[in-house]
């Protein structure tokens, strides 16, 4: 296994890292994702650490708390073997102290994952969603008190637009916070937004990028083809609505691509998916899923080989989009490329 900076902290994390949103699985999401019990999470964590995946991600949000559970469950005993990363801000309730990122719900919150992780730190903690309604101020200063305490480690961000985070660093630098060194972000072939602002700006500050769907939703799981219906037991059927959308012509450019590039190198279209992404820019880490160990398995073959140049150049002419404005000028228009070269 592969290990990189976290953006430009100390922390070295793998290439491959696990997302635990399968564990303990409930409701219209997360139980469409996978329900493993905590015998069955011991089972894949044990298979990730033999392959040197040892970051967990989980969320206070996954099936309300018990996601945490069960991964606090499976590592119970093997604590400082494991990375833990989880996230909060969400909504866990339908009061009005139940979400956001103000300092009682961030210190409740933290307080709460450290007891269904069965921990008494946290490695990673990321702020699920921008909150408008707390000034970051407090926010930073807040995580600050935690990090001090001992509590947190690092402290990273997910879903946030450029702005945000651009925001939150400068009041990080000012005041001499923690700053954010990771952004949890959607990045995959059939969702490429994350290239014109927030990597940049991840290349610029240091933050590294922990991908989330790197299938695109389960998009490219080599299952959906052009002229074919959706699989009966596909997952889409309950939780297309939920993620990004994906046109279905650009979805079958890629798949084309895609299947061009596993007779290539006799790799499955899952693996050379995320092996494109762990070759892109500020990629610290690619959070992979997995209901049961056959499909951990097939998805851990992502790493310990590359895609060609080549290969990355088809990939790249197939998943390609026109940049939304003010992005597409530096694409396209020789005065700002000069300016302004791509990261990508």
């Not at 001090?148 to 925001?167: D, E, I």
């Not at 880490?285 to 290969?311: C, F, K, M, P, Y």
């Amino acid at each position: 296994m592969d290990y990189r900076r976290l953006g430009a902290s100390g922390l070295k994390v793998p290439a491959l890292s696990f997302g635990a949103g399968t564990f303990g699985g409930s409701g219209p999401l997360f139980g469409a994702w996978g329900n493993s019990d905590a015998k069955e999470a011991r089972r894949l964590v044990d298979i990730c650490l033999e392959a040197g995946v040892n970051l967990f991600d989980t969320a206070d949000v996954y099936s309300n708390g018990a996601s945490e559970e069960v991964l606090g469950e499976a590592i119970k005993g093997r604590r400082d073997a494991v990375l833990i990363s989880t996230k909060t801000s969400l909504p866990m309730g339908d009061g009005p102290a139940d979400y956001g990122s103000s300092r009682s719900r961030l210190i409740k919150s933290v307080d709460a994952a450290l007891k269904r992780l069965g921990t008494d730190y946290i490695d990673l903690l990321q702020l699920h969603a921008f909150d408008a309604g707390t000034p970051v101020e407090e926010v930073l200063s807040t995580l600050d008190e935690l990090v001090r305490a001992g509590k947190l480690r690092y402290v990273g961000v997910s879903n946030f637009s450029g702005w945000q985070v651009m925001k939150s660093l400068a009041q990080a630098d000012r005041h001499g916070y923690p700053r954010y060194v990771a952004h949890q972000v959607y990045y995959s072939l059939v969702g490429r937004d994350y290239e014109w602002e927030l990597m940049p700006l991840g290349l610029d500050q240091g933050v590294g990028a922990l991908v989330w769907s790197p299938l695109g939703w389960g998009r490219l799981t080599g299952k959906i083809r052009r002229g074919q219906p959706l699989p009966e037991k596909s997952r889409l059927h309950d939780t297309a609505g939920f993620g990004p959308p994906v046109e279905d012509e650009h979805l079958y450019r890629v798949m084309d691509a895609l299947d061009a590039v596993a007779q290539e190198t006799g790799k499955t279209v899952p693996q050379i998916a995320i092996n494109w992404l762990l070759q892109r820019p500020t990629v610290s880490s690619v959070i992979i899923g997995a209901r049961n160990e056959e499909q951990l398995r097939q998805n851990l073959g992502a790493v310990g080989w590359s895609l060609t140049l080549e290969q990355m150049k088809k990939l790249d002419a197939a998943s390609e989009v026109t940049a939304p404005y003010p992005y597409f000028p530096y694409r396209r228009q020789e005065g700002f490329a000069r300016l302004n070269p791509p990261a990508v």
